[in-house]
């Protein structure tokens, strides 16, 4: 890496220190925020757990249609048979 003339070595060392600081903090919250430690956010933390919460909700809703299927399908099974 070439010197430059108007940064001190002693603030770029500083200022690259923090950066690393603050990139393992990022990783560490995006890992908390999704539960798993994957190398840090794709997008960002925020968007990457608005995306786990859609496929979240996605995941509540498929739920809910398929137990109230589940429910008509039991209904079904228990009336009895037309014509009897």
Known sequence: MTENPW?????????????ERACVTIAAMHAAAVGAADGG????????????RARCLAA??????????IEGLELEANEPARGE
Not at 41 to 52: C, Y
């Open 60 to 69: 509540e809703e498929a739920l809910g249609i398929a137990r109230a299927r």
């Open 7 to 19: 940064v001190r070595k002693s603030d770029l060392d500083e200022m690259t220190g923090k950066y």
């Open 41 to 52: 956010p794709t997008r960002g933390v925020v968007e990457d757990v608005a995306d786990l």
